[in-house]
């Protein structure tokens, strides 16, 4: 009769308990995002975190907002205010554009409300504060990494002889110095570096694929959005020689294939930075499977122009959900809002036990920033950082590499005490 | 001159009257004529009138207009209007640019105001607009629901005949409006609006007020009124009688000024031609007259300084026959005046080595009438030979038929021959400064000389050879100085049987030669002259009964492609032969754009090591290393690192290899040394210290005598330090001075450890002999042994190996759990590598120290069974350091 008690008394728990977190617990997230300018990274990324929501073992009891921005600073701040004045929202998914973040940054840390950032990759955004004071997590590319990637890659392509063109604002502007410094380390330096303005026309873009042609550059390294850098490769693929082009994940606010004919594009050898959630496909595949059931209008992510929203967002999302429930057990959840955004900020530092995503496997992604720990809120490493191409139908496809498992960090004087550069 | 102006004033005085009576004529013949037509005009021009002034007011707000636009599109507006805050200064700049508008402001797309910026001087006036007026039609822009055109508004000023108008356009990006900006302005519109004399009295009005204007205006007859295109209001004209009054006093005029104008051309005529036919002629007679007198006086002054002169002085015609000399010429010459009349100069002073060539070029000088200075050996009337500086003018009056020439004549003899024997001297002592003495050829300074003199852009490119024998120290060596002498006049022999007249070779240093090759060379022609000079040089000598043979190495260098300058070639050259050198001697490098741009990256990154130093920039990271059965730390590896201001935190990768060709590693490690002893003695009295670090050493430092003192420099208390040399230093450098110095070492209380065992040159015979503290097993051999059998089983022998000879091992390259359980298992004493601990700075090993170096794989390993302690003992506790040459010698501890 015990047992036979037990069991109903587990049973009605099981009916009641999730009524009770629905109408009492329920959150908001707004997604704030460019669903107009640049429509395919916000599209990718609201379906990503929606196909976590959906997938989530237990009811989340997540209700999302969905904000267009309108590639618009102030439209991105009146977003983050509504959430900040929603006495429901504990979280706010950001969209593509950095410089909306970066010129509030100060301002968002001082908000107490989480950003989560599925694909802004500027270095500064993570690193605006330190330990309790930072309330900006990303999953993502982080820009830090990334020039030094690209450069890396350039010379791993045969490059001798790599220029930059970027856009004209802090991002680029950001990754232009960092590809300056890379190419110092390497006691090398850009044959070419160019800063254009995103409204930069024809002939401004000619001249500077000019400048370029007679630095001799054989490889084009591009930090722009998408409508510069599709000017950019239609002029430098009609060149005589076109140059190598490796562009930052810009590019990818479009469908390149839709501006530029496909033969154009395989004559630059176009490779673009991302994730490595394209190439992790197959190793993980029942994690993809099972994530893609849950994309809109029954496509594959592979096949939409942003593929990497949808990945970051997914695991973003989930490792979200993950520091959720622990919030939610936390002993001040029911103390107000600015309470539940508290308990969640610390949940996120205190995620034990491995996630495996889609991208990478995940063990305790986050932990607080400090001047020694300044990657503490940055999920993704350099090791996440993967190329892709272009196929002929527009969709991204991965480019394999073998990866050298020795760390720079490993050489030191002892190479070179041996051969102290006799004559 | 005074008879000459009176007459010009008279002349001018009666052409003025006559013009000035024919005007009075014509002026009442027009006024007569011309009143009948002036009504039919009045209607006319007051049409014309209005359309005129429409179009001017289009025109000044399409300027308007025109501004706005341009600050709508400016980039630094947009992006402040999408929210880009730190472009706010140079929006300002760009709106304070155009000084035109009393105010300009900026909304966002909610109409929230992010900028106003208001001409100081209308900061105390009301506004003219109402708030909603500056946002209006912002909700439709945003939308859609209206078309980007802007929107014009108008108030009255408040002075006479001004006009306040509004401007709003949206603020776009990508055709999609996120803000609105709105300009306003007074516009002064007196010359729209009004104009005195003959133009109706015109105002501008609203639709209303267009509409009710019947109501309003108390004029005589119906106004006149005009829409202004692209607004919504338009101009009225008045219909006062007094305009045809206007109109017609204005036509007369201008006939009245016709008239003027037509007859001011045949009477201006007749004034000029009048003056030359008449009033000139008599004023130059005049003049003529004054001129003569002067110029009398003024001969009479010259022939009597000529005749005084100490010069001497001969007066010519034009084949040359003498007509005058002074007394001065006599005494120069011997020739008195009368001898020398009549006679050409050049057949009186003639003698045998009269240079006939400076003859014949002062003749064609008197030919062409042209002045000529020159020196001529000239004979006196004794025959005696002198030096003669003739300068020779042409002297004339204007007619062509009476040209003289003066002559002055100067005894130069005695400072000619001074001047020769100076030049002589000079050039002497010259050409000894500029050539080698040994072998002849031009020195480093006349190759200095020649370089200086190209000029900095010159046509043709300029080519030279950089030339370095290969083994000449052991030609010297080997067989004497006088051996090598031969050989550099050997060589020398080559480069001028090679080169041509237009080339310099030159000798620049002991065995060191530049060749600098005419204009016209190019790249192809200077590489072919190397492979010959290569072949001359390396061919067999004989020295002294001898056989000798030589090489040589090549770098050229070439303005060709405007990569280089003229000043730079030499020291391209330089670094094409240093390439060349290092590419094995025997070879030839040409200096490429690619070398050029190496070699500026190069030499930047150079300066800021060397500045590097200076200031302290490099110092030490330090990473962990730990028991592999205890996870206690026991001890660190300094590495080094820089601090580079500009780039942060760099890895040894990016500056060793030029700090290595520099010579610079030894004052890098000098650096990394003094801050790991210093960071370590700190920690010692903090409390909490390291019982070991170690150092990556050089022979340069083991050899170094005062390595022990360095040492005593900082207080260490128990911790040891370890030395870590590559086993091919260990292997290449067993003299027996070195294997002495390392045994005073370990005396003094230095551990010697063998680094990066196992990658290419382990000598088990030489470890035995040397027989160091420790063996650290390099991280190629490691990192396989989770995948390899093989590579385990080696890994294995090793350690065995070190246990046989007592040496402790440490594996470096640990970068997974895996590897670590597996070396735990076979039996290693220290692991190093990420997997445990990265590399980390000073700070963050002392907030370790503290709370344990806590490591994501330690944790997760389920091998491991805590994580590592931090440093809360004393070093007593700790086992003691396993030196060996020591009395009281541990035995190895149970595994």
């Excluded at chain 2, 009257?17 to 002026?27: D, E, K, P, R």
């Excluded at chain 2, 020779?392 to 000619?416: C, H, L, N, R, Y």
């Amino acid at each position: 009769m015990v047992r036979f008690s037990l069991k109903w008394l587990m049973l009605c728990l099981a009916l009641v308990l999730p009524g009770i977190a629905s109408s009492q617990d329920q959150v908001t997230v707004y997604i704030d995002a460019d669903y107009t300018l640049t429509q395919h990274p916000a599209e990718a990324i609201e379906a990503g975190l929606l196909a976590a929501i959906s997938s989530h073992p237990t009811p989340a009891n997540v209700r999302v907002v969905a904000i267009d921005n309108r590639a618009n600073a102030r439209r991105s701040n009146d977003t983050l205010d509504a959430a900040r004045n929603d006495p429901t929202a504990v979280a706010v998914f950001g969209g593509m554009h950095s410089p909306h973040y970066l010129v509030n940054l100060e301002q968002i840390n001082k908000s107490g409300l989480p950003l989560l950032l599925p694909w802004s990759a500027a270095g500064p955004l993570t690193r605006g504060a330190h330990g309790d004071q930072n309330w900006v997590f990303r999953l993502s590319v982080d820009d830090r990494k990334a020039a030094d990637h690209l450069y890396s890659v350039a010379l791993e392509r045969g490059c001798q002889r790599p220029a930059a063109i970027a856009v004209d604002n802090p991002w680029g502007r950001y990754n232009m110095s960092e590809l300056q410094k890379a190419a110092y380390t390497r006691a090398q330096v850009l044959s070419e570096a160019v800063v254009l303005h995103n409204t930069a026309g024809e002939r401004t873009v000619s001249d500077a694929v000019k400048r370029v042609a007679q630095a001799e550059a054989d490889c084009v390294i591009i930090v722009a959005g998408f409508e510069l850098i599709s000017t950019i490769i239609a002029h430098l693929a009609n060149a005589d020689a076109p140059p190598k082009i490796i562009s930052h994940w810009g590019i990818l606010g479009g469908r390149i294939t839709e501006r530029i004919d496909f033969d154009g594009i395989t004559a630059t050898g176009l490779e673009i930075l991302g994730t490595c959630g394209l190439h992790q496909y197959a190793a993980r595949v029942s994690h993809h499977i099972a994530a893609e059931r849950h994309f809109p209008d029954a496509l594959h992510p592979r096949e939409h122009p942003a593929p990497h929203g949808f990945y970051h967002a997914f695991d973003l999302g989930r490792l979200f959900l993950l520091a959720l429930d622990r919030a939610r057990l936390d002993a001040q959840w029911h103390q107000g809002i600015d309470a539940q955004r508290d308990a969640l900020r610390r949940a996120f530092h205190n995620l034990d036990g491995t996630y495996e995503g889609l991208i990478t496997n995940y063990q305790q992604p986050f932990q607080p920033v400090t001047p020694q720990t300044p990657d503490g809120h940055e999920a993704l490493g350099r090791e996440d950082l993967c190329m892709t191409r272009v196929a002929r139908n527009g969709n991204l496809k991965p480019v394999f590499e073998r990866r050298d498992p020795v760390q720079p960090d490993q050489l030191d004087l002892a190479q070179h005490h041996g051969n102290p550069g006799r004559d | 001159m005074r008879e000459g102006t009176s007459v010009t004033v008279r002349y001018l005085s009666l052409i003025a009257l006559g013009y000035c009576a024919a005007i009075l004529a014509v002026a009442a013949a027009v006024q007569f004529a011309s009143a009948p037509a002036l009504k039919t005009m009045q209607a006319d021009a007051k049409r014309s009138h209005l359309a005129t002034k429409s179009s001017i007011l289009r025109d000044i707000l399409d300027e308007l207009v025109l501004d706005v636009r341009l600050l709508t599109r400016n980039p630094d507006i947009q992006n402040y209007t999408l929210g880009e805050t730190k472009t706010s200064l140079r929006a300002e700049d760009a709106i304070l640019a155009n000084p035109r508008f009393r105010s300009v402001a900026l909304f966002d797309y909610k109409g929230r105001p992010l900028l106003s910026i208001r001409d100081p001087e209308t900061l105390n006036q009301a506004d003219r607009y109402l708030p909603i007026e500056y946002v209006e039609g912002l909700n439709d822009w945003v939308s859609g629901a209206r078309s980007p055109v802007p929107r014009i508004s108008y108030r009255p000023g408040d002075a006479l005949h001004s006009a306040h108008f509004l401007v709003s356009m949206p603020v776009q990006r990508a055709g999609i409006t996120e803000g609105i900006l709105t300009a306003e302005t007074v516009v002064d519109l007196t010359n729209v609006l009004r104009e005195e004399g003959d133009a109706p009295v015109t105002r501008i009005v609203t639709q209303f007020q267009l509409a009710n204007q019947q109501e309003w205006a108390p004029f005589q007859a119906p106004p006149v009124a005009m829409e202004v295109p692209g607004t919504t209001f338009s101009l009225l004209a008045d219909s006062d009688a007094q305009a045809i009054k206007t109109i017609g006093q204005s036509l007369i005029r201008k006939a009245i000024l016709v008239a003027v104008a037509a007859l001011a051309v045949p009477f201006g005529l007749m004034g000029v031609l009048g003056m030359q036919a008449i009033v000139d002629p008599h004023r130059a007679l005049e003049l003529s007259k004054a001129e003569l007198s002067d110029k009398s006086r003024e001969l009479a002054r010259l022939a009597q300084i000529a005749q005084m002169a100490n010069e001497g002085v001969v007066v010519t015609n034009v084949p040359g026959h003498i007509l005058w000399t002074n007394a001065a010429f006599a005494k120069i010459t011997g020739y008195t005046t009368q001898e020398a009349l009549g006679k050409k100069l050049d057949d009186l002073l003639h003698g045998p080595d009269t240079d006939l060539a400076v003859g014949k070029r002062i003749l064609c000088a008197l030919e062409r009438r042209e002045p000529i200075q020159a020196e001529i050996l000239y004979y006196r009337k004794n025959n005696t030979p002198c030096w003669i500086r003739l300068s020779i003018s042409p002297m004339t009056t204007g007619q062509e038929e009476d040209v003289q020439f003066a002559a002055i004549v100067t005894d130069i003899t005695e400072a000619k021959e001074a001047r020769d024997e100076l030049l002589a001297a000079r050039e002497q002592a010259r050409q000894q400064a500029r050539h080698d003495p040994l072998t002849a050829l031009p020195n480093r300074r006349a190759l200095d000389d020649a370089l200086d003199e190209l000029a900095p852009k010159t046509e043709q490119p300029r080519v030279l050879i950089r030339v370095d024998l290969d083994h000449f120290k052991s030609v010297n060596d080997t067989l004497g100085h006088a051996a090598g002498d031969a050989v550099l006049c050997n060589v020398a022999e080559h480069l001028v049987n090679r080169t041509r007249g237009d080339d310099l070779a030159a000798r620049v240093g002991g065995d060191e030669f530049v060749v600098l090759l005419a204009q016209g060379a190019t790249l192809e022609s200077a590489r072919r002259l190397a492979d010959r000079l290569g072949r001359d040089i390396s061919s067999e000598m004989e020295i002294d009964g001898h056989a000798c043979r030589i090489g040589a190495s090549f770098g050229i260098a070439s303005t060709q492609g405007g990569f280089i300058s003229n000043k730079d070639l030499l020291k391209s050259a330089d670094a094409a032969l240093y390439l060349a050198k290092e590419a094995g001697r025997g070879a030839t490098v040409l200096y490429s754009p690619q070398i050029h741009t190496s070699v500026l990256a190069k030499r930047t990154l150079t300066a800021d090591i060397e500045r590097g130093i200076a200031n302290g920039e490099f110092l030490a990271w330090f990473q962990p290393q730990f028991d592999a059965q205890t996870n206690e730390i026991v001890g660190v590896e300094a590495l080094a690192r820089w601090q580079h201001p500009d780039h942060g935190i760099l890895s040894p990768a990016s500056f060793l290899p030029v700090a290595a060709q520099l010579r610079l590693i030894p004052d890098i490690d000098k650096a990394v040394f003094a801050y790991g002893l210093n960071k370590i003695s700190a920690m010692n009295d903090a409390g909490t210290p390291i019982p070991r670090i170690s150092f990556n050493v050089g022979a340069h430092q083991i050899m170094n005598q005062r390595l022990e003192e360095t040492i005593k420099t900082w207080d260490l208390g128990k911790t040891e330090v370890t030395l870590e040399m590559l086993e091919s230093v260990l292997v290449e450098d067993q003299g027996s001075g070195f294997l002495a110095r390392l045994a005073d070492l370990r005396l003094a209380g230095f551990r010697i450890e063998v680094d990066d065992f196992g990658s290419g040159h382990a000598s088990v015979v030489g470890l035995r002999s040397m027989r160091p503290d420790g063996m650290k097993l390099d991280m190629s051999l490691v990192r396989p042994i989770d995948t390899s059998n093989t590579a385990r089983e080696l890994v294995k022998s090793m350690i065995d190996m070190g246990r046989a000879l007592d040496i402790t091992v440490t594996a470096e390259g640990v970068e997974t759990a895996t590897h670590a359980a597996i070396l735990r298992e076979l039996g290693c004493d220290t692991l190093q590598g990420y997997h445990l601990a990265r590399p980390m700075p000073f700070e963050k090993l002392v907030t370790s120290a503290k709370v344990g170096f806590g490591s994501d794989a330690l944790v997760s390993d389920p091998i491991a069974s805590s994580a590592i302690a931090p440093l809360s003992r004393n070093l007593g506790d700790l086992e003691r350091p396993r030196h060996r040459r020591t009395a009281d010698k541990h035995p190895t501890p149970q595994r």
